[in-house]
């Protein structure tokens, strides 16, 4: 199963992005969805995760600012990002937990989109 994350870009402090995580294959479902983030110099960091049906988890420094959410039909994972601030400046990488058609457990990495916050 591959990941194509997409929709990062440059956006003023205050604004908003969304990312988009599409996962093709022999996809049965999700178990577990998960953005992370890695800045110049940092650790990767979890930012948010979902494990089905709807349970959510978001990284302190962006709770009620960030929304990960999913679209079974389209295979999708979403992160919505609001009021933006500079240190949310990172390569933001989607990491996918599921089940193939023919009963595999996969775990995927997209290979990550650039999120630049300018003040």
């Known amino acids: 199963v591959q990941l194509q994350a997409s929709g990062g870009g440059l956006v003023q402090a205050g604004g908003s992005l969304r990312l988009s995580c599409v996962a093709s294959?022999?996809?049965?479902?999700?178990?577990?969805m998960a953005w992370y983030r890695q800045a110049p110099g940092k650790q990767r960091e979890l930012v948010a995760s979902?494990?089905?049906?709807?349970?959510?988890s978001y990284d302190d420094s962006v709770k009620y600012r960030f929304t990960i959410s999913s679209d079974n039909a389209k295979n999708t994972v979403y992160l919505q990002m609001t009021s933006l601030k500079p240190e949310d400046t990172a390569v933001y990488l989607c990491?996918?937990?599921?089940?193939?058609?023919?009963?595999?457990?996969?775990?995927?990495w997209g290979q990550g989109t650039q999120v630049t916050v300018s003040s």
């Open positions: 990491n996918v937990i599921g089940r193939t058609r023919e009963g595999a457990v996969f775990d995927s």
């Open positions: 294959g022999s996809i049965s479902g999700f178990n577990r």
């Open positions: 979902a494990i089905n049906p709807a349970y959510t």
